[in-house]
């Protein structure tokens, strides 16, 4: 099955600043992506469809130039999380799907001080 | 609206024992139910998927259950050990790549 990549597994950051968040999809080639966000004790919550070769598509309150999604090729999307601030604090998860299955990140834990 | 109700939202037991936890659901269409392990700090692990048409699948320690009809699912876990403590993710999708997630339970499992 597909197994998928995250990196990095955890980012500390000032307040501010800029944080890049990849996500490889090893062997199994993705024209969509997936993005969430996990608050402490929530359930992970999705953030935005990221698509191979055209624009993200962003789920409502979620905003599209603060969280910049890049999906380059099949094996590749980004999220960056620009000028963050410590409400940007939160666990980032990726996933795949490949017919009935869905594959997911180990995560990054992302702390913006 | 599209919703999935986990319960307990917490749970404690000796290692050992066995225990159930609860999803009850809303969504519609469905096409499928998955149960996901999720320990501290990582992502989600498929546990199991089942279709309208199942109604009990295993692997290994875990066994779900499905009611398409009262919208209900169950995990079981038996003999729990200690490696078993994690939150249990109740999935449901309904067709195409949207997946509903429910708050989870958080288990606990102590020697």
């Known amino acids: 099955g597909a197994v998928v990549s995250q990196h990095p597994s955890w980012v500390i950051c000032k307040s501010g600043t800029s944080v890049k968040i990849e996500c490889r999809s090893l062997d199994f080639q993705a024209t969509t992506m997936f993005w969430y966000r996990q608050f402490p004790k929530q359930s992970l919550m999705l953030m935005a469809t990221s698509n191979e070769g055209s624009k993200a598509t962003y789920e409502q309150g979620v905003e599209k130039d603060k969280f910049l999604i890049n999906h380059a090729s099949l094996t590749l999307s980004t999220l960056t999380v620009t000028s963050a601030h410590p409400e940007d604090s939160s666990f980032y998860i990726c996933?795949?799907?490949?017919?009935?299955?869905?594959?997911f990140g180990q995560g990054t834990r992302l702390t913006v001080v | 609206k599209n919703q999935v109700e986990q319960s307990p939202q917490s749970l404690i037991i000796l290692e050992g024992k066995n225990c159930t936890l609860q999803c009850n659901y809303t969504v519609s269409p469905f096409s499928n139910l998955r149960w996901y392990k999720q320990d501290t700090g990582r992502g989600p692990v498929s546990l199991t998927i089942m279709t309208f048409s199942e109604n009990t699948k295993s692997n290994g320690r875990y066994t779900a259950t499905l009611d398409a009809d009262t919208k209900q699912s169950s995990l079981h876990i038996t003999a729990s050990q200690l490696s078993d403590s994690a939150s249990y993710i109740c999935?449901?999708?309904?067709?195409?790549?949207?997946?509903?997630f429910g708050p989870g339970t958080r288990l606990s499992v102590l020697p």
């Open positions: 996933s795949v799907t490949g017919g009935f299955e869905a594959f």
């Open positions: 999935v449901v999708n309904n067709y195409g790549q949207n997946f509903v």
